[in-house]
């Protein structure tokens, strides 16, 4: 099918754009497009009017300090992935983005823009989620920073309002105590994952686990984020530290059946991701407190 | 908004330029016209195939500015101003087939053809990247792109004959 009609602007500054916004309320806001054009194809979404932002300037960068790295609504993940003071500050970032779709999606489709598609079966919503990270939304009203957590209320709605653009997001450095890990299980590479675990764990100068927090993508309805730190009251990883980790992350999910898996077997798989995850995120984080680049 | 403003919104069309394979091409096009379509119907390169029309199967793949993008998913009136390259651009000037297309043609990579030129364009822009990938690396190029046919193998083989080529023609 072909997108319904719908009126055209490309504003080359973002006031342009938030006064465009404002006047219109059923307007679409169009970055990389890699989701709402198949949207409009699909006529999923029939938009009066979309705002093409791909020409703001000021919209398209990436920066990163000691503090964390920040990103533009015209961030590709692309450019992201391969920035190497931002994988420096926050390793996960491009850790996580070698797996949002394939290369071909990613050279088109920002980064921001899966954000605050806030598809639970993506990503980069989740690993906002889990490194604590905002985003910061324009409108013509003023600008306002949104937390990660505040972020996801529903599947596929984020609590951004109408006439409000998503301008930057930002996530902290990661700690120098602290590694990263994020794995998942596709039909094919590049493919929506059947389940997707991310970790951030933190070790003692002795290299025990202090903390363990994971993310989990396609078995929530929205981005979610578990707390597994007292499944490693011993700050060992023994098999029945990881396994009790395990059953604390699949007694937190909420996986639903679908044409690809059963929940019970994407349960299955979180548990399985969990203790891996956690083991190599783990490893990361003794790297890392030695001086050794993960 | 009233019924007259929705048809007057129908109707509207963009000039938009675009340099395809080296020419430069004015099309006048609505606002919701896919860049494959104004590959295929406006400028009448029908090289580009398309497949599934929602970014999923890569036949429609072309490079923009030189990077692999399903131009299924990329509006025309966005790709103003852009450099297209599409699977009729891989020919030498000569008219003799590009590395990729002999390698295709000597290892069998088609059967159907359908999704051939998404599968081209992709692994000559994988092959710049990459210029001596291994089978694993090969069969992660060709990772976003369907063959209905089924003939994996033989594209893999295809992609390693193609780096092969290229080496040859560019002695390192």
């Known amino acids: 099918m072909k997108p319904a009609p719908f009126s055209y602007l490309r504003p080359t500054t973002l006031a342009e754009a938030l006064a465009a916004y404002a006047d219109n309320a059923d307007a679409k806001v169009l970055a990389g497009g890699q989701s709402l054009v198949p949207l409009l194809s699909m006529r999923l979404a029939a938009p009066d009017m979309l705002i093409d932002i791909n020409r703001i300037a000021e919209l398209d960068f990436v920066r990163a300090d000691e503090n964390g790295v920040t990103f533009g609504a015209l961030a590709r993940h692309a450019v992201l992935e391969k920035d190497e003071t931002a994988r420096r500050a926050q390793p996960l970032l491009s850790k996580a983005l070698r797996l949002v779709a394939h290369p071909t999606i990613r050279n088109q489709g920002t980064t921001l823009g899966s ?16 490194l604590g990270g905002t985003v ?7 600008s306002r920073t949104i937390s990660a957590g505040d972020l996801y209320v529903g599947p596929l709605e984020s609590s951004l309002e109408s ?6 997001a930002w996530v902290p450095a990661l700690a120098a105590d602290t590694g990263t890990a994020i794995d998942e299980v596709s039909r094919r590479h590049g493919d929506y994952a059947l389940c997707g675990v991310a970790a951030l764990v933190g070790v003692g100068q002795d290299g025990a686990v202090r903390s363990a927090r994971a993310g989990y993508l396609s078995v929530t309805e929205t981005p979610a984020t578990v707390d597994l730190s007292e499944a490693f009251g011993d700050g060992t990883l023994s098999p029945a530290n990881l396994a009790a980790a395990a059953d604390i992350a699949m007694a937190a999910i909420d996986p639903e059946t679908d044409i690809h898996a059963t929940a019970d077997y994407r349960r299955h798989l979180a548990g399985v991701l969990t203790r891996r995850v956690i083991a190599a995120a783990h490893g990361d984080a003794l790297a890392r407190t030695k001086g050794v680049a993960a | 908004m009233t019924e007259q403003t929705t048809e007057a919104v129908a109707e509207e069309l963009h000039d938009v330029r675009l340099t395809v394979n080296g020419a430069s091409y004015d099309v006048r096009v609505p606002a919701r016209r896919l860049l494959s379509d104004a590959l295929r119907h406006d400028i009448g390169l029908t090289g580009t195939h398309v497949g599934c029309e929602h970014g999923v199967c890569g036949a429609c793949t072309i490079l923009l500015d030189g990077a692999p993008t399903r131009s299924c998913l990329l509006l025309t009136v966005s790709a103003d101003g852009r450099e297209v390259t599409t699977v009729e651009g891989l020919t030498e000037r000569d008219g003799s087939l590009g590395p990729v ?13 359908f999704c051939t030129p998404g599968f081209l364009t992709t692994i000559t822009a994988g092959l710049r990247d990459n210029p001596d990938p291994s089978e694993a690396e090969a069969r992660d190029m060709i990772g976003g792109n369907l063959c209905r046919c089924t003939g994996y193998a033989n594209i893999v083989a295809a992609v390693l004959r193609a780096a092969e080529l290229g080496a040859e023609a560019e002695p390192a």
Not at chain 1, 115 to 130: G, K, Q, R, S, Y
Not at chain 1, 163 to 168: L, N, V, Y
Not at chain 2, 101 to 113: I, N, S, T, V
């Open chain 1, 136 to 142: 910061t939304a324009e409108s013509a009203r003023g």
């Open chain 2, 101 to 113: 297309q002999q390698a295709f043609k000597d290892c069998h990579g088609l059967q159907c053809g």
């Open chain 1, 163 to 168: 006439g409000e653009i998503a301008t930057q």
């Open chain 1, 115 to 130: 954000i605050v598609h806030a598809d639970a079966a993506a990503e980069m919503p989740m690993v906002l989620v889990l």
